[in-house]
């Protein structure tokens, strides 16, 4: 049995490796567009790769992903973020967790990912062609039965006995134009997992100033998400605005990234309570310079900004200030509001929610129901989790058990 697997992504390479020693007899081939593969991998996690998240309870693992979570908690358990560290672990590669989660080989280097995998495809006999294209894909009539052909750019034409899409996102609906082609329904792609650009917010200049425990808001909408903020130099950033992105990815496509964004930069505390503790200082520290000592904890270089925004002079005291002004400052602590004009992708590590529509694909076996044979894998499903390695876990399950199920 011929089978090849389109993409060699991290979804792409545990297919095939998993149906290499599955099917030992199948001969399996690994095309990939580009020069390299496991490109994704090699950038992930500023180039440490976040392989997956700690193995934890199903239900917390299913609330990271804001498509396809139903899909997942029936193929999680089957291969699981424990299965995963365990995979790699058989191969040489120790995981390490970090607080939040997060789990990166010990050597914090993603070409230890990759290495393995090159390596366990090695040995497995899986054959690996880059630069590749498939130009789309067809069922032709042989002396042996019903085959696949696939035709190339720059090649003779393929053929084989059973396809696997690992593809990746596209947030482009173009990009999946050759498989919509045989009736496959596409949930328009979109791009995830983005940074929110605010042009002429006053905070610019603080880049790389970052707040541990905010809450970021998306006006006109029940979107909000509590984690750490990062002030870039053009917007923001950080955990709490990623995981933002992707659960209000289609909503904020709807505005063509347009909207406001509310900031409360002290998560635990609400607008009242803020303005009751300044008051309360102007009898507490009444000689002290308010914009000398920073409160609440929050880095001193965003306190003189809010301050400043406030109103609030350079060498104003505490006993000296209006409860006009302070209402200001605590109204900047906790709503500050911003212009988002636009989005960033996040580093090179874009997500893409839409994909394959799950309603096409047998959620056992991952096969497509439109074209038997033809197998899906990874996020060019309808499927995307947020930051902390759930996308990887997400590419190694569809992987794991499209490869388990594509011989038989």
Same mark, same amino acid.
């Given at each position: 049995?011929?089978?090849?697997?389109?993409?060699?992504?991290?979804?792409?390479?545990?297919?095939?490796?998993?149906?290499? /020693?599955?099917?030992?007899?199948?001969?399996?081939?690994?095309?990939?567009?580009?020069? %390299?593969?496991?490109?994704?991998?090699?950038?992930?996690?500023?180039?440490?790769?976040?392989? %997956?998240?700690?193995?934890?309870?199903?239900?917390?693992?299913?609330?990271?992903?804001?498509?396809?979570?139903?899909?997942?908690?029936?193929? $999680?358990?089957?291969?699981?973020?424990?299965?995963?560290?365990?995979?790699?672990?058989?191969?040489?590669?120790?995981?390490?967790?970090?607080?939040?989660?997060?789990?990166?080989?010990?050597?914090?280097?993603?070409?230890?990912?990759?290495?393995?995998?090159?390596?366990?495809?090695?040995?497995?006999?899986? /054959?690996?062609?880059?630069?590749?294209?498939?130009?789309?894909?067809?069922?032709?009539?042989?002396?042996?039965? /019903?085959?696949?052909?696939?035709?190339?750019?720059?090649?003779?034409?393929?053929?084989?006995?059973?396809?696997? $899409?690992?593809?990746?996102?596209?947030?482009?609906?173009?990009?999946?134009?050759?498989?919509?082609?045989?009736?496959?329904?596409?949930?328009?792609?979109?791009?995830?997992?983005?940074?929110?650009?605010?042009?002429?917010?006053?905070?610019?200049?603080?880049?790389?100033?970052?707040?541990?425990?905010?809450?970021?808001?998306?006006?006109?909408?029940?979107?909000?998400?509590?984690?750490?903020?990062?002030?870039?130099?053009?917007?923001?950033?950080?955990?709490?605005?990623?995981?933002?992105?992707?659960?209000?990815?289609?909503?904020?496509?709807?505005?063509?990234?347009?909207?406001?964004?509310?900031?409360?930069?002290?998560?635990?505390?609400?607008?009242?309570?803020?303005?009751?503790?300044?008051?309360?200082?102007?009898?507490?520290?009444?000689?002290?310079? $308010?914009?000398?000592?920073?409160?609440?904890?929050?880095?001193?270089?965003?306190?003189?900004?809010?301050?400043?925004?406030?109103?609030?002079?350079?060498?104003?005291?505490?006993?000296?200030?209006?409860?006009?002004?302070?209402?200001?400052?605590?109204?900047?602590?906790?709503?500050?509001?911003?212009?988002?004009?636009?989005?960033?992708?996040?580093? /090179?590590?874009?997500? %893409?929610?839409?994909? $394959?529509?799950?309603?096409?694909?047998?959620?056992?076996?991952?096969?497509?129901?439109?074209?038997?044979?033809?197998?899906?894998?990874?996020?060019?499903?309808?499927?995307?989790?947020?930051?902390?390695?759930?996308?990887?876990?997400?590419?190694? %399950?569809?992987?794991?058990?499209?490869?388990?199920?594509?011989?038989?």
């Amino acid at each position: 049995m011929q089978i090849v697997v389109i993409g060699g992504g991290a979804s792409g390479f545990m297919a095939a490796i998993t149906a290499a /020693e599955t099917f030992p007899d199948a001969r399996i081939t690994i095309l990939e567009k580009n020069k %390299t593969v496991l490109n994704k991998v090699r950038v992930s996690g500023g180039g440490r790769c976040n392989v %997956t998240h700690n193995p934890s309870d199903l239900r917390f693992f299913i609330k990271n992903y804001p498509r396809g979570d139903k899909l997942l908690r029936k193929l $999680i358990p089957r291969f699981d973020a424990a299965a995963t560290v365990e995979w790699f672990e058989k191969r040489g590669v120790k995981l390490k967790t970090e607080n939040d989660g997060r789990m990166f080989p010990v050597t914090d280097s993603s070409h230890t990912i990759i290495e393995c995998l090159l390596r366990a495809a090695k040995q497995a006999g899986i /054959e690996i062609k880059t630069g590749v294209s498939v130009k789309s894909l067809s069922k032709i009539s042989s002396a042996e039965g /019903e085959k696949f052909e696939l035709n190339l750019d720059s090649q003779e034409p393929i053929t084989c006995d059973r396809i696997l $899409i690992a593809t990746g996102g596209y947030p482009k609906i173009a990009g999946f134009e050759w498989l919509s082609e045989h009736g496959h329904q596409i949930v328009d792609p979109l791009p995830s997992l983005f940074t929110f650009n605010t042009p002429g917010n006053y905070l610019l200049p603080l880049a790389g100033v970052s707040v541990p425990d905010a809450v970021v808001r998306i006006m006109g909408t029940k979107h909000e998400w509590r984690g750490p903020v990062l002030i870039t130099h053009w917007g923001f950033s950080g955990p709490a605005v990623l995981k933002l992105s992707a659960w209000g990815a289609r909503d904020l496509a709807e505005k063509n990234y347009d909207f406001v964004c509310k900031i409360n930069w002290l998560a635990e505390l609400n607008e009242q309570q803020v303005r009751e503790f300044l008051i309360q200082e102007k009898t507490n520290t009444p000689k002290q310079q $308010i914009t000398s000592h920073a409160r609440f904890g929050i880095p001193m270089r965003l306190w003189k900004a809010l301050t400043e925004k406030s109103e609030i002079n350079e060498g104003l005291k505490w006993s000296e200030a209006t409860n006009k002004v302070l209402n200001r400052l605590a109204e900047l602590l906790t709503n500050s509001q911003f212009d988002v004009k636009g989005k960033t992708t996040f580093k /090179e590590e874009f997500v %893409t929610c839409g994909g $394959i529509s799950l309603a096409d694909v047998n959620r056992e076996t991952l096969e497509s129901s439109v074209l038997p044979g033809l197998y899906f894998a990874g996020e060019v499903l309808d499927v995307d989790g947020i930051t902390g390695g759930f996308n990887f876990q997400n590419a190694w %399950t569809t992987g794991y058990i499209a490869g388990k199920n594509i011989g038989a």
